[in-house]
């Protein structure tokens, strides 16, 4: 994984490594935004919800050709999805082990790829719902309503998760997707 790094200012011996480009970031704070927007304000009823649906589909597509041909962080190869490895990631994490991960660590891969994989079927339902063959049909409704609370419940384990992380590994994940670099704590040593 090639990072580029630099000293710190106020972290003795921290050492920053640049992790998530600007497409990353905006894409991740847009599909943010489109969830909220669309769940709290949005009218499910409305051309609104419907065309913040459709943004939302519009970044995760920008998001996965991204991870085909952006840089190494950004690449499905940075953060492969794996139950096995995210299983042996928790085991040693609660056995010690704070190593640092440049990208996503493996369970918050599988987090990665749950909630990509959650906004598509979202959108897909709610495209189908729009459409002859499946307007006012029930249990299409209910599955674009099922899987929008499945994201919920996901977005909400995924910021706990990113709270625990940010504890665990002393590293502001928060700020890094904001700024796109990690502050590494001196002696940390990358997974």
């Keep these: 994984m090639v990072a580029s790094t630099h000293p710190t ?43 913040i649906g459709y943004i939302a589909l519009s970044l995760l597509a920008m998001r996965m050709l991204w991870a085909l041909i952006g840089p190494p962080n950004a690449r499905f190869s940075a953060f492969p999805p794996s139950p096995l490895r995210a299983l042996r990631h928790a085991r040693a994490m609660f056995g ?30 709610g495209y189908m719902m729009t459409t002859l063959a499946y307007f006012g049909v029930d249990w299409v409704e209910k599955a674009h309503e099922t899987i929008f609370d499945w994201l919920l419940i996901s977005v909400a384990l995924h910021v706990a998760g990113v709270a625990f992380d940010t504890w665990h590994s002393g590293i502001n994940l928060v700020k890094a997707m904001v700024n796109g670099r990690k502050t590494i704590p001196e002696g940390k040593d990358i997974a």
């Design 96 to 125: 010690g082990d704070r190593r640092v991960h440049l990208s996503h660590n493996p369970i918050g891969a599988l987090m990665v790829y749950n909630l990509w994989l959650s906004v598509l079927a979202i959108g897909v339902t």
């Design 9 to 51: 200012h106020g972290r003795k011996g921290a050492r920053e490594v640049s992790v998530w480009d600007p497409l990353v970031r905006l894409i991740h704070w847009g599909l943010a935004l489109a969830i909220l927007v669309n769940g709290a304000l949005a009218d499910g009823e409305s051309r609104t919800h419907a065309l």
